[in-house]
């Protein structure tokens, strides 16, 4: 069922295991014997870096570089201080780590030192002392105590599980609520919006940073939905990053029972820092059953708009990315206050892109 070559066994399922080792020549002492292993399921990967101490963690950087780049790590030697070098964790660039250790090691100070690299890189913790289900509340990712920490990926996507407690957790765990409307009647979409005697567009200007005050405060106070095409978003690292604010607040209304339905762009490209990006809000957001897509990507999807409550349409060249929504650069939108106008949108949101 599966072929063994240079140290890689490549299973039928498409799963491709690859042992790596130190150079012969490298290899002194018995502790330099450690083996790496890299597992990797179409986009996704994982690597389970054993006990390699830091002159490993550099000797196996220099030999394989590139080559350690992972989604997904085991942190090396239970969170040792002996370990988790700043020059590892950058080669490998992981989304999130694994940690496995003793629940007392909590209070242990190298510890906090050790979990602090990670997390100054922004890379998000699971631990098999504090199971973590990756659903926000309140902005933060709520935990609940766990020994086992699942991780589930079609190659594309991953969804962090339990093996153990489950109905326990999910009891601790609130649900987001019933949605506050039904969906919008596809009758309403197909009817004539011209032909309706509804008041004339109002239509404000958002130059700049003006765009992230007026998004934030429409979404914040969104009762019935909240429907959005972006062509690219990137939250960075900052909790004080506007979009990072934005993204919250999209969590929040589903919180409150507004229904949320967010495309995003999906490049045809598959090494593209925009695809990238969007992968990334992809993944936190479905796992808050926020309604998410990526699109088709044999049309590109460039339009950047919202459709707030069936009444607010905001559109215009804003991206979600720092630089747009902060002033850094030059940006142009507008905010339409017109039920005509959000009925166009939406009936195009449905025919040209859900």
Known sequence: YYTVRDNII???SGVTIEVLKLPEKEIKTQPDKENVIKVSYGEISFLFAGNITKPLEKKFSKTHGKKLESTILKIPSHGSIRSS?????????PEFGLLYTKPESRADKNLKEV?????DRDVKLFKNYLYNTLLFKNGN???????????????KNYKINSEKD???IKNNIPAPPEYNYKEIPREELNSDADKDNLPKPEVIPLL???YYDVARDIIDRAEESIYMVMFFVNMGESKRNPVNVLVRKLIDARMRGVRVKILLERTRAENNFILWENMKVYRWLSNTEINIKLSN?????????????????????HNWSKTAVDGSQNEGSVLIKSKNVARKFLRYFYENNW
């Open 10 to 12: 490549k299973l039928d």
């Open 208 to 210: 700049n940073e003006e």
């Open 297 to 317: 990507p044999k049309l590109k999807t460039h339009d950047k708009f919202l459709v707030v409550d069936r009444k607010f349409t905001i559109i215009g060249n």
């Open 166 to 168: 489950l109905e326990k």
């Open 115 to 119: 979990l602090g690299k990670y997390t």
């Open 141 to 155: 990712l709520k935990e609940t105590c766990n020994a086992t920490i699942t991780i589930i990926t079609d190659g």
């Open 85 to 93: 070098s700043p020059e590892f964790i950058d080669v490998v660039n």
